[in-house]
């Protein structure tokens, strides 16, 4: 049993989950699994969503992280609510920025999104390293007006609040965090 968030939308007419295949017993037999089997979900939980009086709000996420946040973004433009969210996404390489096609087409005037990768390919001119103040302060402008959801590893999600709250002022009933524990 893992715990997996979703990542579809409640505008999209299916449920889905999105996940990296590496090589832990549970993720092979997962890759191995047929159309057509089926899976049990225990529970629905959490509190990691977007409620109405939310119109300003900073996803930060690291990796597959985004899994959380791709439905909520998908949710806020398909309901066309006046929401304006920005989006720090951080990861290995190009290669590995899940949802990239999907996220680069979004040209909404209330999105924006700025990557950062700790180890890119050659010919890469964005941001490097890992998602630090300098990189926070530079791409959202208005830090102390926005809610701010952190979702991603647990070092990366406790390292990222304690830079919010310590280093740029960001009071902690505006950071909301999903620990993806396992990675
Ligand atoms: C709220 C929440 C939401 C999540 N959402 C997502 C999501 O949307 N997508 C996603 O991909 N993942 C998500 N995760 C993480 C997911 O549940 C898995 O933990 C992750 O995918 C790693 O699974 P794995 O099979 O690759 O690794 P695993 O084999 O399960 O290993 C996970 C960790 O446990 C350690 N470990 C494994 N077995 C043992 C053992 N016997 N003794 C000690 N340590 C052990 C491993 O070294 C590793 O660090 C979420 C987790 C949480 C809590």
Redesign the pocket.
């Known amino acids: 049993m893992?715990?997996?968030?979703f990542?579809s939308s409640p505008s999209e007419p299916f449920i889905e989950?999105?996940?990296?295949i590496?090589d832990?017993?549970?993720?092979n037999r997962l890759n191995q699994l047929t159309i057509g089997t089926t899976v049990k979900i225990a529970t629905v939980s959490?509190q990691f969503t977007v409620t109405e009086e939310m119109k300003k709000i900073v996803f930060v996420c690291g990796g597959?992280g985004i899994?959380?946040t791709r439905s909520n973004i998908k949710w806020i433009l398909d309901s066309h609510s006046h929401v304006d969210i920005i989006l720090l996404y951080g990861n290995r390489d190009a290669n590995n920025i899940a949802f990239k096609g999907e996220l680069e087409h979004i040209s909404e005037d209330n999105f924006k999104i700025f990557h950062i990768l700790s180890d890119p390919e050659e010919g890469w001119d964005g941001p490097k390293g890992f998602i630090n103040a300098e990189f926070i302060s530079s791409s959202v402008l208005d830090l102390t007006d926005r809610i701010w959801f952190i979702s991603g590893p647990p070092v990366m999600v406790k390292s990222i609040k304690t830079i919010l709250t310590t280093v740029l002022n960001i009071t902690e009933g505006k950071v909301k965090t999903?620990?993806?524990?396992?990675?």
């Open positions: 893992h715990h997996f968030s990542s989950f999105t996940t990296r590496r832990s017993p549970f993720k959490g597959i899994t959380t999903e620990n993806y524990v396992g990675y």
